[in-house]
């Protein structure tokens, strides 16, 4: 119980960070593979929000599971949260878990949890879209 109520408020506070970016609207469809400048754009927002939201519901799966992520999977979380797109790649462990959304414009969106608490949010296609030049977004 407490971890879907700790669920709730982190997806709350991700959504209002969310569209608080002026990332523009998220009602835009994901458009063609390799789409450019604006859709790619869209394209990609909607990713990272995809990312984020399985982020959040990773933390929720280690409540439920003793802190561990340790079998978490796509269909694991869809569990928790049904909303979330069927095509997330994502892996745990004990103590770290991988999630890769995948953008229309063909960019790849992927938060990295470490053993020692850090995140990492890495992007593929640099400079394009919503990736940075540093490949972070």
């Not at 982190?10 to 400048?37: D, H």
């Not at 991988?98 to 995140?119: E, K």
Request: aromatic share 4%.
């Amino acid at each position: 119980m407490l971890g879907r109520v700790l669920f709730s408020v982190t997806a709350s506070l991700i959504m209002i960070a969310v569209v608080g970016c002026g990332g523009g609207s998220t009602s835009a469809s994901s458009g063609p593979a390799g789409a450019t400048g604006a859709s790619a754009t869209a394209a990609d927002a909607h990713a990272e929000i995809a990312a984020r939201k399985a982020q959040a519901v990773m933390e929720v799966y280690a409540i439920d599971n003793g802190g561990s992520y340790q079998g978490a999977d796509a269909a694991a979380l869809r569990k928790i949260e049904p909303s979330l797109p069927t095509d997330l790649d994502i892996q745990g462990d004990a103590s770290s878990y991988t999630i890769t959304a995948h953008s229309g414009s063909g960019n790849s969106f992927t938060v990295a949890h470490t053993p020692g608490g850090g995140t990492k949010h890495t992007c593929t296609k640099l400079g394009v879209g919503a990736c940075s030049a540093s490949g972070s977004w």
